[in-house]
């Protein structure tokens, strides 16, 4: 049973409203130790909130018109310090299901909002995202009240992601897309508090490798199948492209000695932007701007807008996936079997590792090999790292000495210089 607050205006000192300003309201329930203090909030809509303890009691036998004073006073105080500090939840019994479930639709909200704020978004990110709620956050979060999650709730939540033995990335990804959901519902002022959100450790990401010189060599000197396949690793390798970027190459953006990489092609929504937003030059060299212009020769179709990596299917460039299967199968005809290759992190990607590593051992400046794989910071280059110091030339010369043997070097040694001394002394 409910009482509503009734005061007894026996003395002529001001006493506190019912409502203050119309944001809460406060009435009495009855106790064994006298009435409690509750208050409701009033919500965005109009409507009130649940009932919720002030804490504040009029002891039972001391209640008389001061007590009661004194006690309504405490618990407008208590009320209105809940609203100040922001813990005013607007929708009570909003599900997590219902708020996230189309969060990271590409035309939604919270996307036009990043976009309208010049942050950089594709839709590729869009749908990672929403597989990221889909697959892990509504099947364990989906029927909870998302005003009631907490820290606790959240540990517990990445403890099971990591019993189901995913790794440390995914692990990331999926706590990345939690912490965006409920930071907006923190702000629509559907959570008290911020939970705290954060990734797994470092050394928990899965590492991907690097491939060595010899490797490289051993590969590109094999006859592949697939000449597209053969031909898309090897600008993987020398350039460090992205595959997507590769594949969404047009005849026109491929120059004799740099390549304009303006657009990334991505198997459900075509070609857009790249990751960044920023179109940028790469640098060829030679014997890739060769192999690039065989290929465009051998393309059936025909006009500038052509893909390179041309497919059956004139508006469609070949399915990245071919590349990544191809290059596994001549990795085992090199030597590098399933599970070294699994070990060690080599795949499509590692590419772009390899190349990064490879150009800052040869001691490239940051901001030239930024300019060149299309990173926005330091971290994110020197993430990419991978191998130990050495001096260093231009970045086509470097990725030109991927496919070239290396010259044993000859006729500096002592024992030489010891020939040479028995040579011009016997006049030979």
Sequence with gaps: MVHLLIMQNTEKTERPTKTEGERFSLHTRPSKRGDV?????????????????????????????????????????????????????????????????????????????????????????????????????????????????DDEHIRHFQEKLEDNHLSGGTINRVTVALRLVLKAAYRKKLLRRMPVV??????????????????????????????????????????????????????????LEYIEVNHTWSPRFGLGPT??????????????????????????????????????????????REATEALYKELGRIGITETARKARGLDFHAWRHTF?????????????????????????????YHLGGESGAGIRQIAESLFVEEKKPGGTGRKDKKKEVARKASGK
């Design 275 to 320: 990751k960044t937003g920023r179109p940028r030059i790469v640098p060829i060299p030679s014997l890739i701007a060769a192999e690039l212009a065989q290929l465009v020769a051998e393309n059936p179709r025909k006009g500038e807008n052509r893909f390179v990596f041309y497919s059956m299917h004139s508006d469609k460039p070949m399915d990245q």
């Design 37 to 149: 203090y509750y208050v409701q909030f009033r919500k965005e809509d109009g409507t009130w909130g649940t009932a919720k303890s002030t804490h504040v009691r009029v002891p039972k036998g001391k209640d008389g018109p001061r007590a009661q004073r004194d006690a309504l006073v405490r618990a407008t105080a208590w009320a209105q310090s809940y609203v100040d500090h922001g813990q005013v939840v607007a929708r009570e019994r909003d599900t997590f299901a219902s708020f996230a479930g189309d969060f990271f639709d590409p035309e939604g909200e919270w996307a036009r909002e990043k976009r309208r704020r010049g942050h950089r978004l594709s839709a590729d990110q869009c749908e990672r995202h929403g597989r990221s709620v889909k697959n892990h956050l509504i099947p364990y979060f989906g029927r909870m009240r998302i005003g009631r999650i």
């Design 356 to 384: 990064n590593s490879l150009l800052i051992d040869r001691r490239i400046p940051l901001q030239a090999v930024q300019s060149v794989t299309g990173h926005l910071t330091d971290e994110m280059t020197q993430r990419y």
């Design 198 to 255: 954060e990734a797994v450790s470092e050394k928990d990401r899965k590492q991907r490798g690097v491939y060595l010189p010899g490797e490289i060599r051993a590969l590109f000197k094999l006859e592949w199948p697939d000449r597209r396949c053969y031909v898309a690793n090897k600008l993987a390798a020398a350039t460090g492209m992205r595959a997507g970027e590769i594949t969404g190459l047009r005849e026109g953006d491929v120059h």
